[in-house]
């Protein structure tokens, strides 16, 4: 497709991608961080509904698709055996197709980099609470990275928050 590098989309290139009924997210909405990415690619997951994230992070002093961006997306199309365009490094538009949930037992996301692990927790989790079975994920990354939320939020507040739901969510930090 028409890599613009602001990762803006063309009239033509929208009415095509609606055409084929492909959900059209705006990621410079809001606060144009990744938070509208995380959360698209887990919604459009859930709901197996195809979907193209444009201008990511587009807000942001160094604006596209981080490592931790990309290990989060490809965490979620791996377990919803899902197909991505667009899935590179800075990359500024995304197509995900989800697949259905396939439970893959051990898998463990790594950016290789201090990436937020709390933030690989947003974009998984919900996908994961929704599956058919229980699944075990393995997230590595950094605990209390710049931006994002810290680890004894995510361990002291969101998992026991969590654990009321019935959803088994524990950190181990010693790893």
């Known amino acids: 497709w ?18 084929k009924n492909i959900l059209l997210i705006d990621g410079s909405l809001g606060e144009g961080g990744g938070q509208v990415l995380r959360i698209s690619v887990a919604l459009a997951a859930i709901l197996r509904r195809k979907v193209m994230i444009y201008k990511i992070r587009h807000n942001r002093s160094k604006p596209g698709m981080r490592a931790q961006h990309l290990e989060g997306i490809k965490l979620v199309s791996k377990l919803h055996q899902g197909k991505l365009k667009g899935d590179t490094l800075y990359s500024r538009k995304l197509l995900f197709y989800p697949g259905e ?3 893959q ?6 950016p290789n980099t201090a990436g937020s692990i ?3 927790k947003q974009i998984s989790l919900p996908t994961l609470v929704f599956g058919p079975c229980e699944n075990l994920v393995t997230l590595k990354g950094g605990t ?4 994002a939320p810290q680890i004894d939020y995510a361990t002291h507040v969101f998992g026991p928050t969590v654990a009321r739901m019935g959803v ?5 930090s010693t790893k």
């Open 144 to 147: 209390n990275a710049t931006m």
């Open 101 to 103: 949930f396939l439970p």
């Open 2 to 19: 028409n890599m613009a590098c602001d990762g803006s989309l063309s009239p033509e290139e929208m009415a095509e991608l609606e055409s």
């Open 105 to 110: 037992p051990g898998i463990i996301a790594d």
């Open 168 to 172: 088994d969510f524990s950190v181990d």
């Open 118 to 120: 709390c933030l690989l």
